[in-house]
């Protein structure tokens, strides 16, 4: 599946020998990941070539005359899809070259030397785990040594990842992004301009049965009923009167495993809620919170008059979706270094044997985009385990396993309608676009 890679803006920087090159900023999940040079992503390709051979897609030829503003927008256009469709490769996404490259090309396009650090991962009751790391340690590195000091089964760790988030005023958090495993979370935090952002740990799949894979495991079930406990308590899954008077009585009794079981009934456990946003039905400008997981996205509507309205989109019935940035960049020097104001992220979906767009504007866009992917995901490892005879690719939890989907089992999630560009142009010499995550 496509990570959401984009190039959003370009910029022409003197060299010197008189000349100018152009600097890409490319943007990881809405932040600012790295700014790199056509000639070193070329470099790259060449050496992913040797490994990979004729498996990488197209890269963007050189040209050896000056560019005019039509080439120079197509390039970029080209080398967004290259890094979207590159990375859509697993095999791809654990080879040392790749990793190796974006390991020095994220340090070096915010200037921070490897070396020793501390890094507070908080957990999901909200205690902190300081950890010796280095500055260039991925994520994954990072993940490996918390579960290890957790105690964590080897084998239960690609069931959680590592997300940035924010914390506010009134001890509540926000879930900002999922880190990339490739990612630098030190990096990523030094470089993040959102206020009071941590590094935490949280479970990473959407599908609540799939706590049944983890209860062996003592740490990771300790994580699970942490994060169920927070959950309750902060308001993302909501219990019913009876519901809560039992859970406050297994919880005194400290009774986890007992605990667990009972939240899975509980309306949007194991979900993900994104703060409160807007969208654009029944009218444009109402109030929407998200809750997503269970294979569905939860909406609570705040009506005109002030009422409420629970709609309920079970993922069988969106085809696609789409992520767009409206909004303007416009610090030439030094691109902002997130995309996160004016977002939407728009799905289609049946209703009544039509197809309709359903419209959000909320600045975690990006990780409602994630989200979906990763609900696609665990529905098809589902139906493969329901249908031996169908062939699938194994999703994170089980890295060790390579096979392949077959074509006919896939739906279309990559059929858009094509948009007017809403990006304005600033004044300068840089280079705008529209950043449109076309998944799957």
Request: glycine share 4%.
């Amino acid at each position: 599946m496509k990570m959401h890679f984009c190039i959003p803006v370009s910029q022409q920087r003197p060299d010197g020998l008189g000349g100018r090159y152009v600097l890409y900023s490319v943007y990881l999940d809405g932040f600012l990941f790295c700014r790199v040079r056509y000639s070193q992503l070329h470099r790259w390709n060449e050496q992913l070539k040797r490994v990979f051979g004729n498996c990488l897609p197209p890269f963007p030829p050189k040209y050896y005359l000056a560019m005019t503003t039509s080439m120079a927008n197509e390039r970029r256009d080209q080398l967004e899809q290259y890094l979207q469709t590159v990375t859509a490769d697993p095999n791809v996404l654990r080879s040392d070259v790749f990793i190796e490259f974006l390991r020095l090309v994220q340090l070096r396009t915010f200037n921070i030397p490897a070396q020793k650090a501390f890094l507070d991962v908080f957990l999901p009751d909200g205690r902190s785990m300081k950890v010796d790391i280095l500055t260039s340690d991925t994520a994954e590195r990072i993940l490996e040594v918390v579960s290890h000091r957790l105690g964590l089964y080897q084998e239960l760790i690609g069931y959680f990842g590592l997300f940035l988030l924010q914390f506010h005023k009134n001890g509540k958090h926000s879930v900002v992004k999922k880190l990339a495993d490739f990612e630098l979370p030190y990096v990523s935090l030094q470089s993040s301009e959102v206020e009071n952002c941590k590094a935490g740990l949280r479970k990473w799949y959407l599908d609540p049965a799939l706590d049944s894979m983890l209860m062996d495991c003592r740490a990771a079930v300790d994580l699970l009923y942490m994060q169920a406990v927070q959950d309750i308590k902060k308001g993302w899954a909501k219990p019913t009167p009876v519901q809560r008077e039992e859970l406050e009585a297994l919880q005194k009794e400290d009774n986890q495993t007992k605990f667990l079981e009972l939240s899975r009934d509980v309306q949007h456990y194991g979900c993900m809620q994104l703060d409160p946003c807007t969208c654009d039905s029944p009218e444009p400008g109402c109030g929407v919170v998200l809750s997503v997981g269970n294979n569905s996205i939860s909406c609570c509507l705040t009506l005109p008059d002030n009422q409420t309205q629970e709609v309920l989109f079970q993922m069988c019935r969106v085809r696609c979706w789409q992520v767009t940035f409206l909004g303007t960049l416009l610090d030439m020097d030094e691109p902002q270094r997130t995309l996160n104001q004016n977002l939407e992220l728009r799905f289609q979906y049946s209703e009544d044997s039509h197809w309709q767009w359903f419209v959000i504007y909320t600045k975690q866009a990006f990780l409602l985009s994630s989200c979906l992917k990763k609900m696609i995901s665990e529905k098809m490892v589902k139906l493969a385990a329901e249908n031996p005879e169908m062939q699938i690719e194994v999703p994170e939890q089980d890295k060790s396993k390579r096979q392949h989907v077959q074509q006919s089992q896939q739906k279309d999630y990559s059929s858009f309608p094509s948009r007017k560009s809403k990006i304005k142009k600033a004044d300068g010499d840089c280079t705008f676009g529209t950043v449109k995550e076309e998944d799957l």
